[in-house]
């Protein structure tokens, strides 16, 4: 591509004119829009996965459903918020039969049912090839319990749920979005930012550190790694904390919080009993003009950037 | 395609299952969601151009944004809303230049400032070939001012604005769509159910026909034709009137109205005196048992099915 996708979204949001009704518009997980309800902000998102990007034709197409509504519950649940319902576009190829399509509906259905998100309308397009989903999300948020990705300052604790890293193994496809964990932490602990792992840790964390002009340290061993990772990385002769930091669509939840680090800690304790799986404190964030750092167990400092870091030294 | 997408659609339909706050959902030109504001109701949709389908790369890439904003547009002044924001998923081929891209926003930009509904986010994935743009759009309307398809009655009249047919030769990549006509219409009309022109009259006619559980009977003498379907009827050997009633992508609004003939046309004089353009009664609605026909200037009958009609007998 002739242009890059972060200096396209740069130049349209500084082309956007937003009235007093958008509390938040490009540049965020969902955009935020003033509701009737005082107390209250609506949510509004849009996410399209396409046929060799994102899902190839030889996945069920019930995980690519799945996939193609979860990854906007996962946008809403990273802002504080409930999902309460969504539009589904289709463009189809002719040459699907129509047992494929009832079971990409199966898929679609299913996250609806579960996340308690009804399908409200869509359409539908005839396609040559190139398959594509694209839903459409509304969204409700407590005012109070609005996640954003510009509140972190230095001496916040980093924090992040599950493991990560090889989710194109399978996760990629039938990952659960974190809806009841990011509902039970932002009641839990004091969030200042929040993002959900679509592009990897690495690059997720400078969305946040751009939002929110900050810096980071983040402790090597502590990042959680996946067995996917481990074994992704014994075919790509990569170490697997390169793909806990670098892999994509592990759609679990990065969140700075402003709670003491004991105190955190035992909010992690609390959440592996209540939920089942990890949530780690990862690091920390420090001034933007200190840059973007990983730690390794012998204090040496490698730089992080979005994408990779450097050796350590 | 191996399966119709009005069966798809209808599938799809009896599969959904809708909480209290869902008004309405599939079924319409937009959802209709209950609202924080007792008066009012939200609306939601989402329509995509594809590549080929509804545009193609020697069109005006800004032609190209501005049909895709404008689409949903229509559809929620079809509805009595007004529009409040929306958001912009791309599909881009890599092989686009940037001063492509940039052209297609500034269509999609002049769309949202022509109607005061500002692009508040979306996002950007890539294609090998198949150029899509999706568009989801929020609205508003006053439940009062609330225009369904399915309230349609025998003895309403049969309205519709603009001159139809031969929307290929240019306007539809450059329709106005009709927003400010659909208000004043809601204003001054009893209008008992509307759709915007986007299948062509006669399938739209049905659209609503099934909705209400009605017939109709159009006079042929009444349909407006541009004189682009003047046009490309002498290309294609067909009649000026098959082209007005088969086209698709006119985006006029197609409504019934409760008030009395006499009432209704002066209401079209005045229409047509404020905004420049016809706005025409062209049947009446009949009990759905009775069929639907147009009928010629000697009386004769024809039978109208979606997509066509039978020579007058």
Redesign the interface.
Known sequence: ???S?TD??A??AS?????S??VK????D??V?K???PD?YQL???????L???FFLKDDPQAIGWKAYARNVSDIAAMGGIP??A???L??P?S???GW??RL?DGI?SCA?TF?C?????????????L?V?V?M?GVVSKQKLCLRNGAKPGNMVCVTGLLGGSIRSKHLNFMPRLREAQWLVNNVHITSMIDLSDGLAKDLFHIGEASSVGFELNKSEIPISSDAVALAAETGKAPIWHALNDGEDFELLFTVADNESDIKSVCTEFQELFGFRCSVVGRVIDQGEGAFIVDEKNRRGQLFPGGFDHFA
């Not at 082309?15 to 009235?19: D, I, L, Q």
């Not at 518009?25 to 965020?28: A, E, L, P, V």
């Not at 509004?44 to 396409?50: A, E, K, L, N, R």
């Open positions: 591509m002739f242009f996708e396209l979204i130049g349209i082309r956007a004119k937003y009235p009704s958008i518009g490009i540049g965020d969902t955009a829009l509701s009737a309800d209250k509004f998102t849009q996410d399209s996965i396409v060799n990007q994102h309460s319902c539009l589904v576009a463009g189809l002719k699907l039969d129509e399509v009832t509906y259905f049912d308690s009804p399908v409200v309308g869509g359409d539908i397009t005839a396609v040559e090839n190139e594509f694209s459409s509304i």
